[in-house]
């Protein structure tokens, strides 16, 4: 196994970022930096980056509209540090509000309508344009663009709508749920679940699975579900790529097309982690002492954020790092690549 020319070594490092038991709570960016949350000996949360080993503590944001409002989670972060997330209270996530930290000062967005219960702010370029969604007062999903101050809503079709990242050249990949008299009108029963979607410059393209990440090229990365089974897969031009043909989904693409992700492998319950790319095919990347691994995020290094639990029970956030001398020997897994038709009506 040694011997395959796409085998690579990792250093694994822990990470001290308090775990979240769902989406969102940490971010990686293409120099190598990871945000997330610590935990003060007071019980409370703040805001921190980590950096070459070393942790450096930002704070809490401004609790509005009440001092209750705490408890910070991130969702992303661009190559220039800025850090954007949700902030909201012990009572879960609604109510809340979205922030920015960027070059040492938090700011609490206002609400995009007096009437929404709040929202997160999940992806952000390096141009500082953020997009997320808010939680409107019927509960359903809105999509929106922040830039220069104002927010834009973002016009796709759907009874709820999250925008979840954006690039460079500002084109936005996120998810949408369609009605039910909808699905019956264009075929699609049996997507109960989330459907995708990549806005181009007002040009509004539909998937035909969800997606969570973009990269520089515009190539998304995401799942689709074929006889009730989610594969791992990647969006080009519209077109949807199963990359792994076992239980899986993706969560992160960066510009040389490598994806990560977590998948199920045959006869185990428990997820691994994988890194893919078209020339090397998939590989199982969950550190040695790990029973379980998932994916966060990849930057354009090759470095991977990812979170799991150890044999001990404890869950924890890590960061692979290429190393050669890494304890951590990548393990091939057996895929096949399969094209599927993607639902690529534009707007």
Known sequence: MSSHPAVRRYACTPLPFIPFSNVGGEALNNNGVVAGGIANSD?????????????TPLGVPPGLPSRNFNIPRVFGMNDYGAVVGTLRSAAGDVPSRWFIHDRGRFTVLPLADPTDRGGAAVGINNQGEIVGYQHAANNRLTAWRWFNGVYSRLSISGTSMAALGINAAGIIVGNRRLRFVRRLLTGQLRSRGELGYILSHGKVQYLSGFVYAI???GEAAGGCVANGRTRATVFTNGIASVILNLPSHAVGINSAASVVGSFQPTGCRRKHLFQWSANAGAFDLTPEGYVSAEAAAINNRGDILGFG????????????????AGELTSRAVITAPTAIPSYSRFA
């Open 215 to 217: 990269n520089q090229q």
């Open 43 to 55: 019980g409370s949360v703040s805001l921190a980056q980590w950096s070459n080993g070393e942790l």
């Open 309 to 324: 639990e150890t044999a001990s029970g404890k869950s924890e956030y890590f960061l692979l790092t290429p190393d050669p």
